[in-house]
């Protein structure tokens, strides 16, 4: 397969991710109904496994990865497809997928919050306008007439998925620091693999088999969340990287909690109220803010020498 895609195929695989992980979100709403957060992330990871290593034997993908790739494919597996993937499904089932994805989403945020504090990066004053921009969009659905403070579920809900996020950013910070051997695409599947073992093993542990009763529409559920929302959507994901820029990617992905809560509200009949969006449209502007004004500034300055 080529290393690079056109403009047309590259923005097609790029629709499919945001459609994909924006799906995903209210079909894991589902999935958690059924079964425990452990083993909802575990079989959706055996799914995607067999998936990717279709996808990636088909393009000649599949290599033994070098010794000094092993810390990002622990840094992946772990932070990424297993804590959030897990604190996900776990805060997911006590809150509206709508609110969820929102929360999730503040991913860039804490990593243009935590980078600079980390000696990472460098805090600009875009990143932090677009970082106290989006903190108030956060506060906006944390707000006691947007989800239920009486309720410790809910809060419980809200502080994991925002502290999947977190994770996420760790991730995140260590990705753009790792010196990679293999490309992000040949190591997927050696990411997919350590997390599915470590969730099959965690789950095993804590929840015993899993007993769930099975129907078609469970079975599709899950075929969509390991096939679409997972192997497909890091695949597109990874070739998407070679063709577009880094800033349309970032400022892309923002997409992903609008078609979120616009599926909720189609596939569960979620209501969209008014701090949602509010908070949706502080946290998106946010995101554009850091990323775009941080990008812009950095031209200006390479531009005057």
Request: charged residues 10%.
């Amino acid at each position: 397969m080529n290393s690079s895609l056109s403009p047309r195929t590259a923005v097609g695989l790029f629709l499919i991710v945001v459609l994909a992980w924006g799906v995903n979100w209210s079909v894991t709403k589902q999935l958690v109904q059924f079964l425990p957060p452990l083993w909802t992330s575990a079989i959706r990871s055996w799914i995607a496994l067999a998936g990717l290593f279709v996808i990636l034997g088909l393009s000649n993908n599949l290599v033994i990865p070098e010794r000094r790739d092993i810390p990002v494919i622990l840094s992946v597996a772990l932070l990424h497809m297993t804590v959030f993937s897990v604190l996900v499904a776990a805060g997911v089932r006590f809150l509206p997928a709508s609110k969820a994805i929102v929360l999730g989403y503040t991913t860039p945020l804490w990593v243009a919050i935590s980078a600079p504090l980390l000696g990472k990066d460098t805090l600009t004053a875009p990143k932090l306008a677009g970082a106290l921009l989006g903190l108030v969009g956060l506060a906006v659905i944390l707000n006691p007439t947007s989800i239920d403070w009486t309720n410790a579920n809910v809060l419980l809900g809200a502080g994991m998925v925002i502290l999947a996020a977190i994770s996420w950013a760790g991730n995140i910070i260590y990705i753009r620091a790792h010196r990679w051997i293999a490309s992000p695409l040949q190591l997927l599947i050696w990411q997919v693999l350590v997390a599915t073992i470590v969730l099959t093993g965690s789950a095993t542990v804590a929840d015993g088999l899993p007993h769930a009763q099975w129907s078609w529409r469970l079975v599709l559920l899950f075929l969509y969340s390991g096939l679409i929302g997972t192997a497909l959507a890091y695949w597109a994901m990874s070739m998407v990287n070679k063709s577009i820029s880094a800033l349309t990617t970032s400022l892309g992905t923002t997409a992903t909690p609008l078609v979120g809560i616009a599926t909720a509200a189609i596939l569960l009949g979620e209501p969209i109220d008014i701090s949602l969006g509010i908070a949706a449209a502080l946290i998106v502007t946010g995101i554009g803010l850091a990323t775009l004004g941080d990008r812009l500034l950095r031209r200006q300055a390479t531009a005057s020498g």
